[in-house]
């Protein structure tokens, strides 16, 4: 009697003197066979990987997956990312000449991090941010599980992406060189506003950071002269 032969495991390592250009090179692996309960997370960033300017396969999600991990998932993603766009405005986004969290003249952005919401620099709203937003996605309470979310802590994301979204809006209005350079390369707040629109996490005239017709579709802004204060 022959017996099975053994189902091989696809092992992703990047082994010791891999070079840059071949590093996380490894064969993607379809979305069915993946058996970690971080699937979903493994196979965005898998497609990622192949090409982060194709947005609409990226936010594709396979057969049968569920909405509130999908969305869940993208969001971690995003808030991942987001990181070197933080890294790259430390050097010149300084509490000296960005001290309020501003994108056009028309908000003032309040940060939410403080036990009575103020107003903060750019950048430690920044960092204020992605620490919060880290601190509510890793959360035991709201998250237990990467498999099963409840729909209550489904419902916590869209003020995350409110927020988060400021970040791109900083860094478009006030350092347009730092936030082309990592837009070119990721393409990230591109993907973002398609995962909004996408899955109505954002008011249409919240979105104000200028997209290619493909991706704004018919979502329209609306702008007046006025300066506001934005409650986190």
């Given at each position: ?109 309040l ?61 478009y ?29 954002m ?5 104000i ?24």
């Open positions: 009697m022959k017996m099975a032969e053994p189902v091989k495991k696809l092992l992703k390592r990047n082994k010791p003197g891999t070079k840059a250009n071949s590093f996380r090179k490894w064969p993607d692996e379809p979305f069915e066979e993946m058996e970690s309960t971080l699937a979903v997370q493994e196979f965005i960033q898998q497609q990622i990987r192949k090409d982060p300017s194709a947005i609409d396969i990226i936010l594709t999600p396979p057969d049968s997956q569920e909405e509130g991990v999908w969305k869940y998932e993208h969001l971690r993603q995003f808030c991942m990312e987001l990181n070197g766009l933080a890294v790259e405005l430390q050097n010149e986004c300084l509490p000296d000449t960005c001290s309020q969290m501003t994108s056009t003249e028309q908000w003032i952005f940060c939410a991090a403080h036990k009575t919401p103020k107003e903060c620099p750019a950048i430690d709203y920044t960092r204020h941010t992605l620490d919060g937003a880290a601190c509510l996605l890793n959360s035991n309470k709201y998250f237990p599980s990467r498999v099963n979310i409840k729909e209550s802590s489904v419902a916590k994301l869209g003020s995350v992406c409110r927020r988060v979204y400021r970040i791109f809006s900083h860094a209005y006030h350092h347009r060189n730092i936030y082309n350079k990592f837009e070119n390369e990721t393409y990230l707040c591109q993907r973002f506003t398609k995962f909004v629109i996408k899955y109505s996490l008011a249409k005239e919240n979105l950071v200028p997209m290619p017709e493909a991706i704004m579709q018919d979502v329209r802004t609306e702008e007046d002269d006025t300066t506001s204060i934005k409650e986190p």
